[in-house]
């Protein structure tokens, strides 16, 4: 297992949520499961011929659903591929689903150079919502400059003065 996916998991268990990503040839998301057993959480959520089908307890509740995508490529876990997705390219548009509230967002993952983390060069890629939304919310990840890999990550995670959440991969 890949450092990267093995810290990953051990950050998502620190709070007290199992992810798992399961990703195409193309780097997209094919399917995602939550399980979160303080919340009563355990649901699946996979796409097939742009349709979403959600499944499983939320917040203690079944849910079954059917949600359209809007046609951009599903990226869960943009920490898992952005690197490697903007290698040649500035920018990707593209969907995901917000844990808290199972709804879908269009995002936006936009290459913005390189910058020192924990002293070393990596490159910085800026998450953010689309449209209106952009100006109330972004955050930034960063990545090995010769392997693409994640390597950390910076942003608030909360109201207007949380403190900046900080993620490093060790080395």
């Known amino acids: 297992m890949p450092l990267v996916e093995l810290f990953l998991a051990a950050f998502a268990m620190a709070q007290e949520r199992n ?3 399961i990703c195409g040839k193309t780097k997209t998301s094919i399917k995602w499961t ?3 057993k303080s919340s009563n959480t355990n649901l699946s959520i996979s796409l097939n011929n742009g349709i979403y089908s959600i499944s499983g307890k ?4 079944q ?5 359209k995508s809007k046609g ?23 969907e995901c689903f917000r844990p808290d509230n199972i709804k879908l967002y269009t995002m936006s993952a936009a290459k913005k150079g390189t910058e020192k983390l924990d002293g070393k ?12 939304m ?3 919310w972004s955050c930034d990840y960063y990545f090995d400059m010769s ?10 995670n909360g109201d207007p003065g949380t403190p900046e959440t900080k993620i490093s991969v060790a080395r």
């Open 34 to 36: 939550e399980e979160h």
């Open 134 to 136: 952009s100006a109330f």
């Open 147 to 156: 392997s693409l890999m994640f390597v950390g990550y910076k942003g608030v």
């Open 19 to 21: 992810y798992i990503s």
């Open 72 to 94: 951009k490529p599903w990226y869960q876990n943009i920490a898992y591929n952005a690197g490697l997705t903007l290698k040649n390219g500035r920018s990707v548009e593209y």
């Open 58 to 61: 939320f917040n203690g509740k």
């Open 63 to 67: 849910i079954s659903k059917k949600v």
């Open 121 to 132: 060069n990596a490159v910085r890629i800026e998450v953010s919502l689309t449209g209106f």
